[in-house]
């Protein structure tokens, strides 16, 4: 026999017992893996005869030539304890050469000779006629595949003759088991094709959708309707003791089979019709094409009996004029990887089918809703409900999934995901959302996406408005979810019971360029101070106030939030003042879900009468470059007490002294201090007209408040001027501030102060014009934050813990007897930085916060706990300010650049959006 090649591949090497190769060793051929004889019957590469193998300088095993008796597995022996098999290197190319030759066991004619005498005999080959049919006389009379258009049945197939009678005689002849065949074709007919129990229907090729580019003639493979046959269905199914049908019906398979209504201009006609005790049907690569009713569709028959127990798989039903699925009690339902796409109502409309399953799903570019599970689920024990998993929805004119259903089973949502849904005709809006839960069943969500767009061209307008939209709902559990909408990722308009969010939901809202995302805060799981999360707090009630007026504000509600506090919150060194600081960070994210209320409160420390230190100057120049400062003519002086919003004022007494504020809103409300010798001041907003504003001098010291109204809900500027009768003569205008608001939305008023301590805000008595105007009851919130600390702890002597908690509980507790106690709160602890090098007491800020957030219900964000404690840190990350160019990195004690703020606000707006 011949002798095969081995060795010489990079797999053949010689190694010692670490593995490690041997360059050089001698090593024997055996014939087994253990014991066995030797082969010494070996030729070199170059055919001269070796008994043994030699490795070479790297210790690779060469090529060389195996004994003559055709082995094809040797065994090598290196010396290391163990023989390692061989493989003979050209047995793939013995292989090929025997395949390709023509007859290489020498039997092709002996099996050429038996086929031939079997072709056309009974249980032989069967043989083709003139017309590529095979004859009748060799057909079996028992043979359960029919094809329609055998001489046996005579269906065209053409378009143009009407098949109807071929089909439905080949129908009735298959008897149970028995398939009909419909070949390529396009087969016409005027009247439902009736399907017999255990009849497969089964078609060439199913065109699941004819796309772009892609035209009928390309296709010609499916049953179609006439353009007279324009009611009843296509297909029936009956179960029914009508005298036609039986009481009990089954078992049909449609496969691989399209039906299409194209050429039928109106009517009511359906594509599939199942009527009564209709008990397992499978349908499988089947496409339902432009009924002008709808794709598929199940009744009940007179006993009230409905089809059930159904298997779909891989159906399409495409632009039908009504819905594209409705099964109504089709109990054990299962559908697998079906799609309805451009149906002008609903695409999958399901009605009490209990214990169902919908996996891989998907509906796309509907006139109503995507999926809508509806009804009264569940009217026996131990019925279920349905799952939907790993579906998605696309383009619904309205909600891509909604649940209204009642019942007692639970619904499960798994992996769903929505995208561009609520297109509403084109405007988008209409509260629609991507997963409408309305249920009073109860439904678990685990795992589901929602990401807004417009048409595919561009046009129309962003939708959905909501990502999750819970709406008069009961016993929701929520969990993994991405949801970024135009309006509000997730909305709870509070009218829920039992609505449980988990620890892993996002919102989004904007168009689908929009990044501010807003990941959920993992809570304390009890209403003692435990941290959640490092540095971040709050109690399982937190919000119960703040939260449903929150949401309100989305579909025209208010809601207010008061900012209290020094520099580092008014947002020293951002570049912008109103936008760039934390509180702007977070105002622009509620805003952007629940509604913009306006710009909030101006206080006049925004000023250069207010920013006047040295190392403010060019800051000073900055802020005024952008407009957050106010623009001031004349002299004007700082008070000396803090009075009113924000607890700082200016006053001058001279002609020509006036202040200029920009803000946001369509009610502006100007804030002036009143009392002893005033002057009057005139107004002037934009380039409207002036208006005078006369003020009684005497009197004891107050706060007067203007309000303008009716303005558009845009940007503004007013300008504040000094109306006296004898300028320099002590006939004082004192301004505090402005405020821009609109009808509805969010508003966040940040009332904070350079140099603020906690005492600055922790005066409660009425007349001392402070806490009452700071959140209290002359300026409620619906949540007020909290956050003086570093003036304290820097101070000589420094706010000793006990006093700075009796200043902030004093305004706390002012703050909570304005609005009945229904004001939230939360204590925010800035980053102390390097403020303090001196007294070291603001750990004790940290623990009395603790103790008062216990007492008041209020959450807590310790931005000092954060950020390690470290003024490094942070400087690591590019998070201190500078004085010198605001916006950007700087080596600041404790303000902040941009990038610092930012992060800031990203801790804290998840506590305000969960």
């Not at 809570?523 to 929150?550: I, L």
């Not at 407009?627 to 002609?655: E, F």
């Not at 004085?883 to 992060?903: C, E, F, K």
Request: aromatic content about 8%; proline content about 4%.
């Amino acid at each position: 026999m011949a002798r095969n090649l081995f060795g010489g591949t990079a797999s053949d090497v010689a190694e010692d017992v670490a593995g490690a190769r041997v360059p050089g060793v001698v090593g024997t051929v055996w014939y087994s893996s253990s014991e066995g004889d030797q082969v010494t019957d070996l030729l070199d590469s170059n055919g001269a005869p070796i008994d043994s193998l030699t490795a070479d300088e790297n210790g690779m095993v060469p090529e060389f030539q195996g004994p003559d008796d055709g082995a094809e597995r040797l065994w090598l022996d290196f010396g290391a304890g163990v023989r390692v098999a061989s493989l003979a290197t050209n047995v793939g190319e013995r292989l090929r050469t025997h395949l390709t030759a023509s007859d290489p066991h020498g039997t092709q004619a002996a099996a050429v000779a038996e086929i031939e005498t079997r072709m056309g005999a009974p249980l032989g080959f069967a043989t083709l006629d003139g017309s590529g049919l095979i004859s009748s006389a060799q057909v079996p009379a028992g043979l359960d595949w029919i094809n329609v258009k055998s001489n046996l049945y005579g269906a065209k197939g053409d378009g143009t003759a009407d098949d109807t009678t071929a089909i439905q005689r080949a129908i009735n002849d298959a008897g149970v088991g028995g398939v009909v065949y419909i070949p390529k074709g396009v087969f016409k007919i005027s009247a439902p094709l009736d399907l017999p129990k255990g009849v497969s229907l089964v078609g060439s090729h199913s065109n699941l959708m004819i796309g772009p580019g892609m035209g009928d003639e390309d296709f010609p493979c499916y049953i179609q309707a006439a353009p007279t046959f324009t009611s009843g269905s296509m297909i029936q199914i009956i179960g029914d003791n009508d005298g036609t049908h039986p009481a009990i019906n089954g078992e049909q398979r449609i496969s691989n089979l399209m039906l299409d209504g194209s050429k039928v201009a109106s009517g009511s006609l359906d594509g599939i019709y199942a009527k009564g005790n209709v008990q397992n049907v499978v349908m499988r690569d089947v496409c339902v094409r432009k009924m002008p009713n709808n794709g598929i569709i199940t009744g009940s028959n007179a006993a009230g009996e409905w089809p059930y127990s159904w298997r779909l798989h891989s159906v399409m039903v495409d632009n039908c004029h009504t819905n594209g699925f409705v099964f109504e009690r089709n109990t054990d339902l299962t559908m697998i990887d079906c799609q309805a796409i451009g149906c002008w109502s609903t695409g999958f409309k399901l009605t009490n089918c209990a214990n169902s399953t919908i996996s891989t799903c998907r509906s796309e570019w509907t006139g109503g809703h995507g999926f809508w599970l509806t009804g009264a689920w569940g009217n026996w024990p131990g019925s279920g409900s349905a799952t939907l998993s790993s579906c998605s929805t696309d383009r619904s004119g309205w909600d891509g999934v909604r649940i209204d259903a009642t019942g007692n089973a639970p619904f499960i949502v798994n992996a769903l995901m929505t995208r561009r849904d609520g297109r509403n005709g084109g405007p988008g809006g209409g509260g629609y959302a991507g997963l409408a839960l309305l249920n009073r069943a109860p439904v678990v969500v685990n795992g589901v996406t929602c990401y807004p767009g417009t048409d595919d061209g561009g046009t129309a307008n962003t939708s959905p408005q909501y990502g999750v939209r819970i709406s008069g709902a009961r016993d929701v559990q929520l969990d993994g979810a991405y949801l970024h909408a135009n309006t509000a990722g997730l909305y709870d308009d509070g009218t829920n019971e039992r609505v449980t969010l988990g620890n892993n939901i996002t919102t989004v809202a904007g168009n689908n360029y929009s990044e501010a995302r807003i990941p959920s805060q993992l809570y304390a799981p009890s209403s003692k101070t435990a941290y959640a999360t490092k540095g971040v707090y709050a109690p399982p009630s937190w919000g119960e106030f703040w939260k449903p007026k929150r949401d309100a504000a989305a579909t025209g509600g208010k809601a207010r939030i008061v900012v209290v506090g020094g520099s580092a919150s008014q947002g020293y060194y951002a570049s912008n003042l109103h936008s760039g600081g934390w509180v702007g960070g977070v105002r622009q994210a509620l805003q952007a879900k629940y509604g913009n209320g306006g710009s909030g409160f101006y206080s006049s420390s925004r000023s250069g009468t207010y920013i006047s230190g040295a190392e403010d100057t060019q800051a000073l120049t900055s802020w005024r470059s952008v407009g957050c400062v106010i623009t001031q003519t004349g002299s004007w002086t700082l008070g000396g007490s803090n009075y009113g919003p924000g607890a700082t004022y200016i006053y001058a007494d001279t002609t020509g002294a006036s202040c200029q504020f920009k803000f946001t809103g369509s009610t502006l409300k100007i804030y002036t201090v009143t009392g002893g010798t005033r002057a009057g001041y005139t107004y002037k907003i934009d380039a409207g007209g002036t208006v005078a504003v006369p003020q009684a001098s005497g009197g004891a010291t107050d706060i007067a408040v203007t309000t303008v109204s009716g303005l558009s809900a845009g940007d503004h500027t007013v300008t504040i001027t000094w109306n006296g009768t004898a300028s320099g003569t002590g006939q004082y205008v004192s301004i505090v501030g402005v405020s821009g608001e609109n009808a509805s939305g969010i508003v966040v008023d940040n009332l904070a102060k350079a140099g603020a301590k906690a005492s600055t805000f922790g005066n409660p008595a009425d007349t001392a014009l402070n806490a009452v105007w700071n959140g209290g009851k002359s300026y409620p919130a619906d949540l007020v934050i909290f956050t003086a600390g570093p003036n304290d702890a820097a101070a000589t002597p420094p706010t000793s813990g006990d006093a700075w908690a009796n200043s902030v509980a004093k305004y706390i507790q002012t703050v909570k007897n304005a609005n009945n106690g229904a004001t939230d709160i939360m204590f925010v602890l800035p980053h102390l930085g390097k403020h303090d090098v001196t007294n070291y007491v603001y750990q004790d800020y940290a623990v009395r916060a603790r103790g008062l957030a216990e007492a008041y219900g209020g959450a807590i964000v310790d931005l000092w706990t954060i950020g390690r404690t470290s003024w490094d840190y942070w400087n690591s990350l590019g998070y201190w300010g500078n004085p010198a160019a605001v916006g950007t990195t700087g080596t600041d004690s404790v303000h902040l650049s941009d990038t610092g703020y930012a992060y800031v606000a990203n801790q804290i707006t998840p506590l305000l959006m969960a």
